[in-house]
């Protein structure tokens, strides 16, 4: 089944946007297969939007999706990622048709509240983003630790 990076950007969030973002992809009949509320550390913000590295608008965008915390999703379903930059509307939310997120939610193209993957193979790229810079990397950390001290205890 198709999977889709969808990315609550940090204007989104700040403005209590995220259920009712949620919300839509819920009622279109999309599955939620992933969630995390994520502040995206600059290497991994230039990782994601690498394709747009040449533009003039690149170290405005960069500062922009690491400005606040994010809300990182994937979805899943039949035709999901045209489907969604549908339900997110045009790049720029004044020629964004009424009825779509940025239509409804947003103004400007700099701080559009949302990222939708452009295609199938984006998408598997995307998800997996926020997902490599993982806090567990401590736990596994705390684990072997942890191990370290059961050993020794049991050796005594
Ligand atoms: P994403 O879903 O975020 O990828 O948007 P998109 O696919 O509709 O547009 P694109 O990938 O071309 O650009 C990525 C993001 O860069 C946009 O969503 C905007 O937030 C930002 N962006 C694009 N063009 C401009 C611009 O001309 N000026 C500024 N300030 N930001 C821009
Ligand atoms: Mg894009």
Not at 14 to 28: A, C, D, N, T, Y
Not at 37 to 44: D, G, H, T
Request: proline share 5%.
């Amino acid at each position: 089944v198709e999977e889709t990076y969808i990315m609550v950007k940090p204007d989104g969030v700040q403005r209590g946007l995220v259920g009712e973002m949620i919300s839509r992809f819920e009622k279109k009949g999309f599955k939620l297969t992933g969630l995390k509320l994520f502040q995206c550390p600059q290497e991994l913000a230039e990782e994601h939007y690498k394709d747009l590295k040449s533009k003039s608008f690149f170290p405005k965008l960069i500062s922009y999706i690491t400005s606040g915390p994010v809300v990182c999703m994937a979805w899943e379903g039949v035709g999901v990622v045209a489907s969604a930059r549908k339900l997110i509307g045009a790049t720029n939310p004044l020629q964004a048709e009424p009825g779509t997120i940025r239509g409804d939610l947003a103004v400007q193209t700099g701080r559009n509240v949302i990222h939708g993957s452009d295609s199938p193979d984006n998408g598997k790229r995307e998800i997996v983003i926020p997902f490599l810079c993982n806090k567990n990397i401590l736990s596994v950390y705390d684990y072997s630790r942890f191990l370290i001290c059961l050993l020794l205890a049991l050796s005594f």
